[in-house]
């Protein structure tokens, strides 16, 4: 069945260190890619998504590329703020508005 | 902005109570979804639907039921509480339209005791 499989954490980084978490995904036909990102008491919110490959998805410094040929959606970001620190989900979205979620990756940046 | 609200922030109930949780959301989304959030596991689906008095198991829906019967509200029903379901509950919504996002709740923490 189709699945997510993202980086374990926690992560901490140091403020404006550089970001990467990785992402694959294992799905059947065109699935859309999602990364979330729920900051401490709150909801999910979206942070970027890509809709077909080789698209990229970007939004507040953040990045992510969708590559099909190694089924992955790796986000990454240039120079954290300790106000990034939050937790970072992968997903995707098959037809039918069915959503697959990974895990969460626990991001905390220090000043 | 399109909002997505849960009735409560935090809940704490006993072993064997009913418990009701709400959500309603203001955009006139079709689709509405009810997952649960523990650390190391994710987000996992208990019920979905698609439309007024619809619905449809996610992936966990042991130990749950949902009501749909107004477009704008979708309730999560416990029948019987168990410390197993202790967690946080999240409600989302999504137009009908492929590709389109999810737009969360805040959660509802729920401690059962």
């Known amino acids: 069945g189709d699945s997510v499989t993202q980086m374990e954490g926690p992560v901490t980084l140091s403020e404006e260190a550089f970001l990467t978490i990785n992402c694959t995904y294992t799905a059947t036909g065109y699935p859309s890619l999602f990364w979330y990102v729920q900051y401490p008491g709150e909801g999910l919110q979206l942070l970027l998504k890509a809709t077909k490959a080789d698209d990229k998805g970007s939004n507040k410094g953040f990045e992510a590329t969708y590559r099909k040929e190694t089924t992955s959606f790796h986000l990454e970001k240039g120079s954290v703020q300790v106000s990034d620190s939050a937790v970072y989900f992968c997903a995707l979205e098959q037809t039918g508005n069915q959503f697959y979620f990974g895990t969460g990756t626990s991001l905390t940046v220090i000043p | 902005d399109v909002k997505v609200t849960q009735s409560s922030r935090y809940l704490v109930k006993r072993t064997g109570e009913k418990v009701f949780l709400e959500c309603v959301q203001d955009?006139?989304?079709?689709?509405m979804f009810w997952y649960r959030q523990d650390p190391g596991l994710g987000l996992r689906l208990i019920y979905f639907?698609?439309?007024?008095?619809?619905?449809e198991k996610g992936d966990i829906p042991e130990g749950y039921s949902v009501s749909r019967e107004k477009k704008e509200r979708f309730s999560l029903i416990l029948e019987s509480a168990s410390t197993n379901q202790t967690s946080m509950y999240l409600c989302?919504?999504?137009?009908?339209?492929?590709?389109?996002?999810?737009?969360f709740g805040s959660g509802t923490q729920l401690s059962v005791l």
């Open positions: 989302a919504s999504s137009p009908d339209r492929a590709r389109e996002k999810l737009f």
């Open positions: 955009m006139d989304h079709e689709n």
């Open positions: 639907s698609y439309d007024v008095k619809m619905k």
